[in-house]
């Protein structure tokens, strides 16, 4: 099985994780226009953003984005990625249940059809043959373009992977696991070759490790002060020993931080492009630098050793 899928447009996807959240409509419509104005043509969203949130429900983001899409009329450009299932309960992956998702997220996107859909976590309840099944159905209908696989593992992959291509059903051509300069464990060797022998899209979440990787959080007053304490924390300690690395290289390239970590991810085996979310316009900056940053293979492999 090999993937037709590949990035339009500059190799970034946008996250729109907060998109609705910390990140208003209005403010949410100016970092989507940066985006698309710098070439950017794939948002990353969930049924799920942001159920989290006190008050809301889910579907905040994708309704902010469908709502940018239909007031810029841009929506044949852009390439728009979902999912279904983000918390992996019992059933969450059968077929009547992302069949209904879909349609509540075709609704809120005012779109009818997606680029990507995902399952968003997976859940062993169901049946991998039925989920196999489900998910190529929305596909000979119409409605999804492609399909993703999020926070799977090698072993469950490999064997969704094998049902499809056995049965002649659409598989799952993307993967999005968390990946980033400090946090590696969700996209082990075994699974890097597995995406690499089948052709199978590595987007990773991330990419920034919820920021710690700009540089800016080097104390716990720091991540107090920037009121991320929650989200940052368990990188904390484990990226204190990656920063030393990170600073090094920023010194010999006088580039940012943020910039060299993305730099980084787009070097790794498997790696279509890093997934980054952005609450104002501003901080795409980092994202477009990274774009522009070509490191030495001497700097890619201290920045590899770092945590490894």
């Given amino acids: 099985m090999t993937s037709h899928w590949s990035i339009e447009g500059i ?3 946008l996250g729109g994780n907060v998109f609705g959240w910390t990140s208003d409509e209005s403010s949410s419509f100016a970092v989507l226009d940066r985006f698309y104005e710098g070439g950017g043509r794939m948002v990353d969203t969930a049924q799920g953003y942001s159920v989290w949130a006190p008050g809301h429900v889910g579907g905040e983001s994708e309704t902010v984005i469908g709502n940018w899409l239909k ?3 841009v929506r044949s450009e852009m390439r728009i990625a979902t999912k279904t299932g983000m918390f992996g309960h019992a059933g969450d992956l059968a077929t009547g249940k992302i069949t209904e998702e879909l349609h509540k997220s075709l609704q809120r996107l005012q779109t009818d059809y997606v680029d990507l859909y995902y399952a968003h976590r997976d859940e062993t309840e169901t049946p991998q043959e039925e989920v196999a099944a489900g998910f190529d159905g929305l596909v000979k209908q119409g409605l999804v373009r492609e399909l993703g696989a999020s926070n799977f593992n090698a072993d469950r992959l490999r064997t969704i992977s094998d049902i499809a291509h056995s049965n002649g059903m659409t598989g799952f051509t993307v ?4 990946y980033n300069l400090v946090m590696r464990e969700e996209y082990p060797q075994a699974l890097q070759q597995l995406c690499l022998d089948r052709g199978i899209a590595m987007l990773p979440w991330f990419g920034l490790a919820a920021g710690f990787l700009t ?3 080097r104390t716990r007053e720091d991540l107090e002060r920037h009121n991320r304490g929650s989200s940052i924390e368990r990188f904390f300690d484990k990226g ?3 920063l030393p690395a990170l600073d090094a290289v920023v010194a010999e390239t006088g580039a940012s ?3 060299v970590a993305l730099a980084w991810l787009l070097k790794q085996p498997g790696i279509a492009a890093p997934i980054a979310s952005a609450r104002e316009p501003e901080q795409l900056d980092v994202q477009f630098e990274a774009l522009k940053l070509q490191l030495t293979q001497d700097q890619l492999d201290r920045l590899t050793a770092a945590t490894s």
Avoid at 175 to 178: G, H, K, R, S, V
């Fill in 215 to 217: 540089g800016k959080y």
């Fill in 175 to 178: 993967l999005q696991n968390e």
């Fill in 257 to 259: 931080h943020g910039a």
């Fill in 11 to 13: 190799p970034l996807v």
């Fill in 240 to 242: 204190l020993t990656v």
């Fill in 71 to 73: 007031s810029r009329g």
